[in-house]
């Protein structure tokens, strides 16, 4: 049923680096539950496979001067229990949890989630608006790009046939007057894509004025977004009008090109990307002032 011609199994990385330069056309296997859907629909017969789930620096979550390293082999379910998550990066916890079902989260990776390409990835608009960067290693260098650039079209990224994802670092975040936050809307509370997904944070000056904003979405546009206008004019602000909300919820539904699909039209999606603006943008900044 699932067609594949072989399995590789390397013990380290330079090996899983060695056997990716040497053998093109082979396809890393992480927690499989995107690729095995392509292969049960036909669509690889006859893949070369290399599993990843023996190269051990990349299933850690650490703590560094430099920011939060997320290694891509880190589990949905294990990212929503680990304290360092759940203390700094609340919205990849609310991520993790909104991802299929309990099964899924067991097997999925975040580098999985991301390197799919997918446009309506949970792990991708928290991601985004975390200014997380991404470090890509070949046989032979290494380089780091930010998610912002990494997605270059419909399910289609930055990855070259001879990279792997190693790392996944997320610039420190402040300890104080900060808050982050995700919100997933679907119809159902589990087994379910995103119709839309919104990642905010907010840090704060002393006198309670925004010092930085960033806001993302999935499934808003054929890949995920950042909305830089509407980042912009939220800067220097600390009265949360319903004016300015609407202001920027408008702005950002200029970044944004979502489309019709069978979950929901591209006028619903208008609509929700405006309210989840507003939403996520007030509840991180009463986060934020309260932990001033
Ligand atoms: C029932 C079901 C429900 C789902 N629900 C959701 C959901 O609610 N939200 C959501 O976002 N997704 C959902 N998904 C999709 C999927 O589970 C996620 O995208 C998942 O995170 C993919 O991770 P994985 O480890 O299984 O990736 P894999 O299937 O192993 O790999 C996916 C792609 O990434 C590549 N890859 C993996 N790791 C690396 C690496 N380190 N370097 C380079 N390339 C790499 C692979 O070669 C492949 O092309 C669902 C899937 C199923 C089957």
Request: charged share 25%; with cysteine.
């Amino acid at each position: 049923m699932y067609g594949v011609k072989q399995i590789e199994h390397p013990k380290t990385l330079d090996q899983a680096l060695i056997l990716l330069d040497e053998n093109p056309g082979i396809v890393p296997y992480a927690g499989g539950t995107d690729i095995l859907v392509k292969m049960r629909a036909d669509n690889m017969q006859g893949v070369h496979l290399m599993a990843l789930h023996k190269l051990e620096e990349l299933f850690l979550i650490r703590d560094a001067d430099d920011g939060i390293h997320i290694g891509p082999m880190v589990t949905y379910a294990n990212l929503a229990k680990n304290s360092l998550i759940e203390q700094k990066l609340p919205l990849l916890k609310t991520a993790a949890l909104a991802m299929g079902g309990p099964q899924v989260q067991n097997l999925a990776t975040i580098g999985g989630n991301i390197c799919n390409g997918a446009t309506s990835a949970d792990g991708a608009a928290p991601l985004m608006s975390l200014d997380a960067k991404l470090i890509l290693r070949s046989r032979h260098k290494e380089r780091i790009v930010p998610i912002t650039e990494f997605y270059i079209g419909p399910g289609r990224v930055a990855l070259k046939d001879d990279e792997l994802l190693v790392d996944i670092l997320i610039p420190p975040i402040p300890e104080k007057a900060y808050a982050n936050k995700y919100i997933k809307f679907a119809t159902r509370k589990a087994m379910d894509i995103a119709i839309l997904g919104c990642a905010a944070t907010i840090s704060l000056n002393r006198d309670e004025s925004i010092k930085k904003a960033t806001l993302a979405y999935c499934t808003a546009g054929p890949t995920p977004v950042r909305c830089p206008m509407a980042e912009e004019r939220l800067i220097g602000e600390k009265d949360l009008s319903e004016e300015l909300l609407e202001e920027v919820a408008d702005l950002a539904a200029e970044s944004c090109k979502p489309r019709t699909s069978w979950r929901a039209s591209k006028e619903y999606r208008l609509n929700l990307i405006r309210q989840l603006a507003k939403r996520a943008i007030s509840e991180c900044y009463d986060e934020a002032r309260s932990s001033l």
